[in-house]
């Protein structure tokens, strides 16, 4: 079986594995800060760099703009609303403007704007709160959709198929994400209605003694399953967690952006090869099967052209300590990111999801609007069920 080529999917070097040092800010003054480093492409051909860098560079820059100089503390994100203007540069680091909106003893709120020579690639508006405040409702009652079925039915993460990119993110996906027919369920479903769940966290440098292990991953052949093919890959044993915990909220915003609104065939339960339906013949250059053994994040290429456009996340921590309930370590733990496609019109691509923790407690959400822009002869055997 012939392969995918590698300059399809091919991920640039990561020149700094430390998580926390490839997305320092150097404060010029309280109302201006600017990257210590470029951002870095998902891909080698990619046209800017990964949406989720530009998210998690912004919102650090509004977590800092809350640091008291006198107790040294910050405040923690509430939520974050942001909407993409134009590709970052991956060759220059990104400069940010603060303008403080409002400040409290409770609550501030930011508005930061993303630049590169002079042009606006980001703009977002950043609620953040006194850690350990709880909302008057949480009180008494503290609602939440429940933890997806496929969080129980597979307790080790680490025996899925992974992926890592963008020199950070890595995911992991079972065979439902590849299969539809896997959730016979969906059938008498609206397109709307059904979840996909995926897995993610963040790779950071590995902990001493622990550098990289080897694993051999046998994956799906894409024309005969039982034949499969395998992949051995390197990765880190054990990463450490962030010197500083605050990183955690950083880390979450960059993998939020990692499988969204490129997966909309699987919703669609569309063939993974479009060749499949335009001429009833499979194309191995063509089939984004291949391409899940590299990334979530393309999986839309030879289905349609994807942009995001907007990016919103709402944190529903009440503090940021290791035994809190609500916690997570996005180094060492598996997030659960169960989320819908809404609605498909005019282009326009709204999905919606859920970020869980690995003590079942749902820790963010994050709803996203992209450009879908389906190439022709594309989507012709989808359900006749409307997003």
């Known amino acids: 079986m012939s392969t995918m080529p590698e300059d399809i999917v091919s991920a640039p070097e990561n020149p700094y594995p430390d998580f926390e040092e490839a997305f320092r800010i150097i ?10 480093h470029s951002l870095t492409l998902p891909i080698k051909q990619a046209r800017g760099v990964y949406g989720g860098h530009m998210i998690s560079q912004s919102l650090l820059v509004a977590i800092e703009s809350t640091r008291n100089p006198q107790t040294n503390k910050v405040m923690i994100p509430d939520s974050y609303h942001s909407y993409f203007i134009g590709a970052g540069s991956a060759k220059t680091p990104m400069n940010y403007a603060v303008e403080k909106i409002y400040d409290d ?42 933890v997806p079925p496929l969080q129980a039915k597979y307790p080790d ?38 979840w996909l769940t995926v ?18 991953e046998h994956l799906p052949n894409a024309i005969n399953e039982t034949e499969p093919v395998t992949k051995t890959i390197l990765r880190p044993l ?41 001429s009833g013949t499979y ?5 984004a099967l291949l391409l899940m ?39 060492k733990d598996w997030l659960t990111f169960t989320y819908q496609m809404k609605r498909l019109s005019n282009s326009r691509l709204l999905c919606r999801g859920y970020f869980f923790n ?14 879908a822009l389906v190439y022709e002869g594309v989507g012709e055997t989808a359900d006749k069920t409307k997003l």
């Open 283 to 287: 194309d191995s250059g063509t089939d």
């Open 105 to 146: 003893e409770m609550m501030s709120k930011r508005y930061i704007t993303s630049e590169q020579q002079g042009r606006k690639k980001l703009v977002c508006m950043v609620s953040l709160r006194k850690p350990g405040t709880t909302p008057l409702h949480k009180r008494d009652l503290d609602e939440s959709i429940p």
């Open 238 to 278: 054990h990463s450490k967690s962030f010197r500083d915990p605050m990183f955690n909220y950083v880390g979450l915003a960059n993998l939020s952006d990692s499988a969204f609104i490129t997966t909309m065939p699987r919703i669609l339960h569309l063939p993974w090869d479009p060749s499949i339906e335009r």
């Open 157 to 194: 993460i680490n025996k899925l198929y992974q992926v890592e990119h963008s020199g950070f993110v890595r995911n992991a996906y079972s065979k439902e994400f590849m299969d539809y027919r896997e959730c016979p369920e969906e059938k008498d479903q609206y397109a709307s209605e059904r």
């Open 293 to 331: 053994r590299h990334s979530l994040n393309v999986l839309h290429i030879f289905h349609y052209n994807a942009m995001s456009l907007d990016h919103h996340m709402y944190f529903h921590n009440d503090d940021y300590t290791p035994n809190d309930e609500s916690s997570f370590d996005v180094c």
């Open 358 to 371: 690995d003590k079942g407690k749902c820790v963010a959400t994050v709803v996203q609007e992209g450009l």
């Open 199 to 216: 897995f993610g966290g963040i790779k950071n440098i590995p902990e001493p003694g622990t550098e990289h292990e080897t694993i051999v």
């Open 27 to 36: 404060k010029i003054d309280d109302y201006h800060y600017k990257g210590a």
